[in-house]
């Protein structure tokens, strides 16, 4: 438990930071694009987040998978780069060969460009995610947190240069006619920034290829894809559609309020940046069952006073990370989101007996069924109703699944989760978010005070581990 905590604290500054800075830069965005150009910013980069997911393939979880047999350890390592690097390099090939009648489907004729440069960051990002998952899995936390930090490092001074420094009519004559185009331009650089610092790895990789070992990795990896695609559309349906289905302008406020509940986001990922090693790691151990309830629980409880200490601070927040009060017709979708992705984080424990036994199979039907819950509802009540819609069909989505994965997990690997305690926390989180945000219309003083009690309940319950860290 201690080295899980170290090394999701340092690779939670890794994956963090990135998403932190974003974060900080929302308001800057917001500053300097319109509703609707926003809009076109959140649109393009859910493409990338799909285009992402199918690139990479489920192997990264794969290589983790197979590289906990030592036997298999180099072999997975060389075979997973081998087949993304090959999987990137059509895509890209594809992409600029057809440019212009792809732009025009996606609904960017006019924009090209930025088709082409998207496609370039999936490049770069699909090539690193083998040599990435090569330092998390070797215990190198340290460098991987360097590597994404220098990324977004050189990604923000770029935008912030383009935004504030470079004069208009040369970034025109550089072909960057719109603020959205400094956003993919600095990205394009950061992605870049990464496969040149992971060149030490690359350097490792051997002209090896077991066509045995990526028959069993492909079995493995593509229901895993397939899973994270209907992860994609639970998180990024709702922004292809807006666009389409409501005014461009609330669509563009639901972008930027997004971004506010992406603080929550931001916990649940340093998570599973340090857990999905970890669970790999101990799947062999006689006291595995009992590691991954009690990895559970604990992450339940700090995950819902998290959740509850955004909800609370709205009234403040939204003024600082989101300034423009014309984007605040979204607002209220914060509270649903944030416990949303409380919930996701809750699923991503329990599907580790899926993961562990081989049955990723089972994983695609969960994460689909929560997707077509997403696209139902949005399809069908998002003209009537607007925004708010999606907000729900995200926490319905991601509720489905978690109770799901607990059903049929327990099925095919009980593990003994504390299933009344973590349902009460989540149930008192509920009620103590709906009174601090609806009852007392964001009182900052009343849902501190309700998050104080919630914190305190929760600690004076954890006394005895809580007791045992200060120790040490």
Not at 253 to 270: I, Q
Not at 278 to 303: C, G, I, R
Not at 396 to 422: N, R
Request: proline share 3%; net charge positive.
């Amino acid at each position: 438990m201690k080295k899980l905590l170290n090394e999701t604290i340092i690779y939670g500054m890794g994956s963090i930071l990135p998403r932190v800075i974003t974060f900080i830069l929302n308001p800057f965005f917001i500053y300097f694009i319109n509703k609707e150009e926003f809009a076109k910013f959140t649109n393009l980069y859910a493409w990338v987040s799909f285009v992402n997911i199918v690139l990479s393939f489920g192997f990264e979880t794969s290589f983790f998978r197979f590289s906990a047999e030592e036997k298999n350890r180099e072999k997975a390592f060389y075979t997973s780069f081998w087949f993304l690097l090959g999987t990137a390099s059509v895509f890209l090939i594809s992409v600029l060969l057809f440019l212009q009648p792809i732009s025009e489907a996606i609904g960017y004729g006019a924009y090209p460009e930025y088709v082409k440069w998207f496609a370039w960051i999936a490049f770069f990002d699909a090539i690193i995610v083998i040599p990435l998952a090569w330092l998390r899995f070797n215990n190198m936390p340290i460098k991987y947190t360097a590597i994404r930090i220098t990324q977004i490092l050189v990604q923000t001074l770029v935008v912030l240069s383009l935004f504030l420094f470079v004069p208009k009519s040369t970034s025109q004559n550089l072909g960057m006619e719109t603020g959205v185009s400094y956003t993919f331009v600095s990205n394009l650089i950061g992605s870049l920034t990464g496969v040149l610092l992971l060149i030490p790895i690359f350097m490792k990789v051997k002209f090896q290829f077991s066509g045995d070992l990526f028959k069993k990795m492909l079995k493995y990896s593509y229901p895993i894809m397939f899973a994270g695609l209907a992860f994609m559309v639970n998180e990024n349906f709702d922004k292809l559609v807006q666009i389409r289905l409501i005014p461009e302008g609330n669509a563009g406020a639901y972008g930027g309020c997004y971004k506010l509940a992406a603080l929550m986001t931001l916990f649940v990922t340093a998570y599973r940046m340090g857990v999905e090693p970890f669970f790999f790691k101990k799947m062999h151990d006689a006291n595995a069952k009992q590691s991954y309830a009690e990895v559970t629980e604990f992450f339940s409880l700090f995950a819902a006073i998290t959740a509850l200490g955004i909800i609370a601070n709205i009234s403040w927040l939204k003024t600082l990370f989101v300034p423009d009060q014309a984007f605040w017709v979204a607002i209220d979708i914060v509270p649903i989101i944030v416990i949303a992705n409380l919930f996701f984080g809750i699923y991503y424990n329990l599907s580790t007996w899926y993961k562990v036994t081989d049955r990723t199979r089972i994983g695609t039907y969960i994460s689909w069924s929560g997707a077509i819950i997403t696209i139902a509802l949005n399809l069908l009540l998002l003209p009537k109703y607007g925004l708010m819609v999606s907000a729900w069909a995200t926490i319905a989505a991601y509720g489905f699944m978690m109770i799901i994965s607990y059903i049929l997990g327990q099925k095919y690997y009980p593990i003994p989760y504390k299933t009344k305690k973590i349902g009460v926390v989540i149930f008192v989180l509920i009620v103590f978010s709906y009174l601090s945000y609806s009852v007392f219309d964001s009182n900052v003083w009343i849902g501190n005070t309700l998050l104080l009690i919630f914190a305190g309940s929760i600690a004076f319950g954890e006394k005895k581990l809580l007791l045992s860290i200060l120790k040490r």
